[in-house]
């Protein structure tokens, strides 16, 4: 083969290579912001917005997240929502990169965050909670705060399962007419959250289903549904519940994102006029 050949040849797989590792660096770089209006009677004080993070798992979008920082900041959110796995494994560096997010996010708006499976698989996770709320954090364990106008309910990872978030969604004393918002961090457990009547849950887990089909809103696998998985993103409803998904921000076992741009979820609660009987 003539060398001109040999050549070009080789000048087009350096393209291609340097295409496909730019397009897996944006891919997984990239913040994309994904808003939703949600609306209700119940609703007390209008147009609140809530800034939905999940998923970090001890990522850093530049120096101590400041393009992450940056985004949110840009959003003026009234309250930040973080459901769950903020920290990959227990090492020194994600909880130092999760730390400091929330201490700057903290300081944009009051943080009310929950655990996710990744927090509930080490025994370290009390000593997390402790620290996470010194940073900033309202760390809500099977509990819930009015703020806002909107009862925001949080449940611990490890009690979905069991059910814990039933009598979350019963205290208080707004005879039921209260707008009621749980952060829960698996998704697939939509019929309980409507059964327990919550109106609106937002959670994350499951990455967007970490490599998506080009052009669609399919995702590939997420742990706990399988290959395929019906909740990964966007919105979707069951009764009078609104289950908002997160596609996540970071990676965990499978260290890359394909299709799947990392998320940032900006919600606005707005009050409506009520239904005819």
């Known amino acids: 083969m003539e060398p001109i050949y040999i050549a070009l040849i080789c000048i087009g797989a350096a393209i291609l290579i340097v295409g496909i590792a730019l397009f897996i660096y944006l891919s997984n770089n990239l913040l994309g912001v994904t808003k939703y209006v949600v609306e209700s009677p119940k609703i007390r004080v209008e147009g609140v917005k809530v800034v939905h993070l999940s998923d970090l798992h001890g990522k850093a979008f530049g120096k101590k997240n400041a393009r992450l920082i940056e985004k949110v900041k840009e959003q003026s959110p009234d309250i930040i929502a973080i459901t769950g796995d903020i920290i990959h494994k227990y090492r020194d560096k994600d909880i130092s990169v999760a730390l400091n997010a929330v201490e700057s996010l903290s300081k944009i708006a009051p943080v009310y965050y929950v655990s996710g499976n990744h927090e509930m698989r080490n025994k370290r996770y009390r000593v997390l909670k402790a620290r996470l709320a010194i940073a900033g954090a309202v ?4 509990e819930s705060v009015d703020v806002c106008g909107l009862k925001v309910c949080g449940v611990n990872c490890a009690d979905i399962k069991g059910g ?7 205290g ?3 005879g039921g007419q209260e707008y009621k918002l749980l952060l829960a961090h698996l998704p697939q457990y939509i019929q309980k959250y ?3 009547g ?11 289903g970490q490599w998506r089909v080009p052009f669609t809103d399919i995702g590939i696998y997420s742990p706990g549904q399988g290959l395929f998985p019906k909740y990964t993103s966007g919105v979707h409803t069951c009764g009078d519940t609104a289950e908002i998904i997160s596609r996540g921000l970071g990676n965990s076992q499978c260290p890359i994102r394909l299709f799947n741009r990392p998320e940032i979820v900006v919600v606005e609660f707005k009050r409506s006029q009520a239904k005819p009987e």
Do not use: M, R, S
Not at 164 to 170: D, G, R, T, Y
Not at 198 to 208: R, S, T
């Open 194 to 196: 409507a059964l327990a």
């Open 198 to 208: 919550y109106d609106c849950v937002l959670c994350g887990h499951a990455h967007g």
């Open 139 to 142: 760390v809500l364990e099977n």
């Open 172 to 174: 208080g004393e707004g």
């Open 164 to 170: 814990k978030f039933f009598h979350i969604a019963q």
